[in-house]
């Protein structure tokens, strides 16, 4: 069966401090992988998707980062984070078929830029 | 969580308003209904969601009945970029989302 790891869970960062957030997938191959955020009270943003191996597309214009060094490996990043980058950082994937029945979600990862 | 229950998929002329309707009857008090959208090849798209209240935006408008126990996503005039996959999704602000079968809309010219 696939599952999906995030990791860490919880995350305190000051302002202008780096980030590194992980997603990896097991029991699939090739899945188009997702990073969404999801501020308290907002709905679910996505941030990039990827759909293959070093290939990532960014839907909003921010000062974070993702990079897919393994198929089944996805990492947001940020050189320097902001007091707006708190909020619950979702990684899913899908098997790339739009009819595919259910996106998958990791469990997240809250930050919260202090 | 609660579930939902929507329709498989539905058709809708362009122009025409689309009613996505669906079904929560186990929906609890602090849970909020969500719904998104996914476009092909695309990551899901917020829409709108509510608690109580019906509410508006640019995309769409979300009918809540007054028991909660379902909910009509309307989109107005439909087009035919508005082709896709709806979800409704009934979840407290801090859970992890779930994305069901959802309703294929087609929208046709």
């Known amino acids: 069966s696939q599952t999906i790891h995030q990791w860490p869970a919880t995350l305190v960062q000051p302002v202008g401090s780096p980030l590194s957030l992980e997603c990896t997938v097991e029991g699939t191959s090739n899945p188009n992988l997702y990073w969404y955020r999801q501020a308290a009270g907002r709905g679910l943003q996505l941030l990039f998707y990827?759909?293959?191996?070093?290939?990532i597309s960014s839907e909003v214009p921010q000062n974070l980062s993702a990079s897919r060094p393994q198929d089944r490996q996805f990492i947001l990043s940020s050189k320097k984070l902001l007091l707006s980058d708190s909020g619950f950082y979702l990684c899913a994937w899908t098997s790339g078929n739009m009819y595919q029945e259910t996106q998958y979600f990791g469990p997240g990862t809250r930050l919260l830029v202090l | 969580d609660a579930k939902t229950t929507q329709p498989t998929s539905m058709d809708c002329a362009e122009g025409r308003a689309a009613n996505l309707p669906c079904n929560h009857s186990?929906?609890?008090?602090?849970?909020?209904v969500y719904w998104y959208r996914q476009i092909h090849s695309q990551g899901p798209q917020y829409i709108i969601h509510?608690?109580?209240n019906n509410e508006t935006n640019e995309m769409a408008s979300l009918i809540i009945t007054e028991d909660r126990k379902s909910s009509t996503l309307i989109l107005p005039h439909a087009t035919l970029r508005d082709t896709a996959v709806y979800y409704c999704i009934v979840i407290r602000n801090t859970d992890k989302l779930i994305f069901g079968t959802g309703t294929r809309l087609q929208v046709f010219p």
């Open positions: 186990t929906i609890s008090g602090n849970e909020y």
């Open positions: 990827s759909v293959g191996i070093g290939q």
């Open positions: 509510g608690l109580k």
